[in-house]
């Protein structure tokens, strides 16, 4: 399994670190890109190295494409064609695509949100004119959205349980240690 995870100038760090380590613990070879070469400053300051750029891998093929949250990455990545079209050809071929937190609008932005139940970030789909549904991840088809920051341990779980299954997504989480794991898998 390989994905892709997206970041831009903008992107919000917790979403993007929390992805890319839930991803990489449950071994699923994890590129971490940016639409540009160099380091990106994310939403709090942080900044972070991308270990390729967008254009290196447009042509490669990824059984996930994740787009992190943060307004001003979202706005770069909604602006970018060469985001659009990736999108557009992962839809295309049935797999799966991710945003959390504002990231969704991207969604809306290459036409992928027609019949499809999408969360994010609370205004975001409304401010594009699409009606959220009111859960932490939403699961529909190939798509897999998620509401922000505080929800990012949970939409990566369920990234790995789509890719690889319950029992994967249920060690990761146990080896987090964490409470809610205890409760669900016990």
């Not at 991207?106 to 999408?118: E, F, I, P, Q, W």
């Not at 190939?142 to 299954?165: C, K, Q, W, Y």
């Amino acid at each position: 399994m390989r994905a892709l995870v997206l970041c831009a100038e903008g992107s919000e760090e917790l979403e993007l670190v929390t992805i890319v380590d839930l991803l990489r613990r449950a071994t699923i070879d994890t590129v971490v890109a940016g639409l540009a070469a160099g380091p990106v400053r994310c939403s709090r300051g942080m900044v972070f190295e991308p270990e390729t750029t967008l254009d290196t891998v447009l042509t490669e093929a990824f059984d996930l494409i994740v787009l992190p949250g943060g307004l001003g990455g979202t706005e770069r990545f909604e602006s970018d064609e060469r985001v659009l079209q990736l999108l557009q050809q992962q839809d295309e071929r049935g797999a799966w695509i991710a945003a959390i937190c504002a990231a969704p609008r991207v969604l809306v932005a290459a036409g992928l949100h027609k019949g499809r139940r999408l969360t994010a970030y609370p205004t975001q789909l409304e401010a594009k004119g699409v009606e959220p549904v009111a859960e932490s991840v939403v699961v529909d088809r190939n798509v897999i959205t998620s509401r922000g920051p505080g929800t990012a341990m949970d939409f990566g779980l369920v990234l790995i349980e789509e890719l690889l299954g319950q029992d994967q997504a249920a060690e990761v989480e146990q080896a987090l240690q964490r409470p809610l794991a205890q409760q669900r898998y016990g």
